[in-house]
C-alpha cells in the first residue's frame, strides 16, 4: 500500500511539472536570461569612498616644512612681496616658477605659505605652532620636516592620480563599456539603434537579427529575442506590443515597452559579481546540439535546430553557433556584449584595487602628519635636537660612533652663532656662549666659536665607545 502511494505521489508531480512547463513560454528561460543581462549592464557604478582631507594634510605638512626654511625662501611665496598664482606669472616670474618646478610645485608652495599665515605657524611666541627659539632645534627639525615634506608631496601626487582614475569618467570608462554592452558601438548611445545596435534594415528577419547582426549588443538580441512578427503564442513576443520587424523600424521605442516585460528593476551597482552571474544565466538558458560536424547553439525557441530561426511561432531564437564551433569557430569573448561585459567586469576590479591602494597612502600621509606635529612641538619645547642625538642610521646600522657628543654640542653652539650672520653688534650679545666676530670669517658665518671653545670641545671629545659587537673599547 505504502509503494502504491508513493507512485501515485511521483505520477501527481509529473502531471503537475509537465502542466507548469506546457503552459509557461517557450522562450521563459531565454526571456529572463536576457532580461538579467540588460539589468547588469544598466547598472550604476558609484565611487568608492576616498579620503577627502589629502591636500589639507600635505598642505599642513609643507607649511610647517617652510616655516622653518631660510626667510630668502619665503620671500618668493609671500603675495605681500608681489608672488602671484602660477598663471598669474610672466617674464621672469614665470622662468623663476618653471625651474622651481612648474606649475604644480609653485602653487604648492604658495599654498603652504598661506598656511602659515593662517595658523601663525613659527611666527609668534606662543600658541599651537610657536616659533622654535634655540637654532640647534630649528636645524633638528628642518632635516626631518624636510624629508617628511618631500615623502608628503609624493604620496598626495600619487593619492591625486589615482583617485582622477576613480572619478573621472573619461579614465576609468566605466559607464561608457557598459553603455557598449548594452547598445553597441562606441558607448555613447543611450537606446538601441538600427545598424548599431542589431541589423541594418527592417522588412525581414535575416536584415534585422540574421547571423551577421547577432551579439552587436545586449539590447539588439532581446529585441531579436522577443520582436519576431509571426511569433503567436508561448513567446515572449506575445506579450510584446512592439514588432521592430513589421513596424516603424524603430529599436529604441520598442526597448522600453521591452523593458517592461522583465518587471520593475531597480537600478544596481556594477559589479563584476553580478555581471558574472547574468552571463552564467544567458549561458545555462542556451540549447545545444551536437551534430556529426559542428554544435549548433541557439537562445529561445526552434522547430529544428535553430535552422528556421526566423521570428515566427515556434522559431523565435537567435544562433549563436559561430562561437561555439568545434573548429574555426569565433572564440565566445569575443561576441561584442559580452567582451564589453567582461572589460566592465575587470575595470571595475581595478577600480576597487586603486580604491584599495589609495586609502593605503592615505594611511602613510597621516603617519607623516602625526610625525610633522610630533617633531615641531618637541622642536618648540626645545628638547628635540637632545631628543635626535642618535641618528636614525645610528639606530638601523651598528657600527663605531665616529661623532661624539661633545662634537655635537659643538657643532649646535656653531650653529648658534652662525645665526647672526654677520651682523657684528648681535654677535656681540652671543658672547656668552662663546661666540666672536671674525672679519676675516667666512661670509654669512663671520659670528662663529672661540678658538678657545673649540680647543676645548676637543681636549673633551677624549676617547670614543666603539662596540665591536663582542666587547667595548677604547678608540684614541
Not at 599654498?111 to 633638528?140: L, M, Q, V, W
Not at 520593475?264 to 559579481?273: G, R
Not at 584599495?356 to 612641538?377: D, P
Not at 662634537?407 to 666672536?436: I, P, R, S
Request: hydrophobic share 35%.
Amino acid at each position: 500500500m505504502t509503494r502504491q502511494l508513493v507512485y501515485l505521489l511521483k505520477l501527481t508531480l509529473c502531471f503537475v511539472v509537465g502542466k507548469v512547463r506546457s503552459e509557461a513560454d517557450d522562450t521563459a528561460n531565454a526571456h529572463r536570461a536576457m532580461c538579467s543581462l540588460s539589468q547588469a549592464a544598466s547598472a550604476t557604478y558609484s565611487l568608492p569612498q576616498l579620503p577627502t582631507d589629502t591636500a589639507a594634510l600635505n598642505v599642513r605638512i609643507q607649511a610647517a616644512n617652510m616655516s622653518i626654511a631660510p626667510e630668502t625662501w619665503k620671500a618668493l611665496f609671500d603675495p605681500e612681496k608681489g608672488s602671484k598664482a602660477y598663471e598669474q606669472t610672466a617674464g621672469e616670474n614665470r622662468t623663476l616658477a618653471d625651474n622651481l618646478g612648474g606649475k604644480e610645485k609653485w602653487d604648492g608652495w604658495l599654498s603652504a605659505f598661506a598656511a602659515i599665515k593662517e595658523h601663525n605657524i613659527g611666527t609668534k611666541s606662543e600658541g599651537p605652532y610657536s616659533k622654535i627659539e634655540k637654532a640647534s632645534d630649528r636645524a633638528a627639525a628642518r632635516a626631518q620636516l624636510f624629508l617628511i615634506a618631500a615623502t608628503a608631496a609624493k604620496l598626495t601626487e600619487r593619492i591625486t592620480e589615482l583617485a582622477s582614475f576613480l572619478t573621472e569618467p573619461d579614465k576609468n570608462k566605466i559607464e561608457e563599456i557598459l553603455k557598449k554592452a548594452l547598445f553597441g558601438g562606441d558607448g555613447k548611445l543611450t537606446a538601441p539603434a538600427l545598424t548599431t545596435s542589431l541589423g541594418t534594415a527592417v522588412g525581414s528577419w535575416s536584415n534585422l537579427c540574421g547571423t551577421d547582426h547577432i551579439g552587436k549588443s545586449i539590447s539588439g538580441d532581446f529585441i531579436c529575442l522577443c520582436g519576431g512578427s509571426g511569433a503567436g503564442t508561448k513567446q515572449c513576443s506575445a506579450a510584446y506590443g512592439t514588432v521592430v520587424q513589421t513596424g516603424a523600424g524603430n529599436p529604441a521605442a520598442a526597448w522600453s515597452d521591452l523593458l517592461t516585460l522583465c518587471g520593475t528593476q531597480t537600478k544596481e551597482q556594477a559589479s563584476a559579481e553580478t555581471k558574472a552571474a547574468s552571463v552564467s544565466q544567458w549561458q545555462t538558458a542556451l540549447t545545444q546540439k551536437g551534430g556529426g560536424a559542428e554544435n549548433t547553439v541557439w537562445l529561445g525557441k526552434s522547430s529544428n535546430s535553430a535552422a528556421q530561426c526566423n521570428g515566427s511561432d515556434g522559431n523565435t531564437c537567435i544562433v549563436y553557433s559561430d562561437y561555439f564551433k568545434k573548429s574555426q569557430g569565433k572564440p565566445l569573448n569575443s561576441l561584442p556584449w559580452l567582451a564589453a561585459l567582461q572589460q566592465a567586469a575587470l575595470t571595475i576590479r581595478k577600480a576597487e584595487a586603486i580604491g584599495t591602494k589609495a586609502e593605503a597612502l592615505h594611511s602613510q600621509l597621516q603617519v607623516l602628519a602625526e610625525a610633522r606635529e610630533s617633531i615641531y612641538s618637541a622642536a618648540t619645547a626645545g628638547s628635540l635636537w637632545s631628543g635626535t642625538e642618535l641618528s636614525v642610521a645610528d639606530k638601523i646600522t651598528p657600527g663605531p660612533k665616529i661623532v661624539s657628543a661633545s662634537h655635537k654640542k659643538q657643532a649646535a653652539e656653531e650653529t648658534e652663532c652662525n645665526e647672526a650672520k654677520d651682523d657684528q653688534e648681535a654677535c656681540k650679545k652671543l658672547k656668552g656662549k662663546g661666540c666672536v666676530f671674525n672679519h676675516k670669517g667666512d661670509e654669512s658665518k663671520k659670528c662663529t666659536l672661540t678658538e678657545e671653545v673649540k680647543q676645548e670641545a676637543k681636549k673633551s671629545s677624549g676617547k670614543t665607545i666603539r662596540n665591536s659587537g663582542k666587547k667595548r673599547e677604547n678608540v684614541l
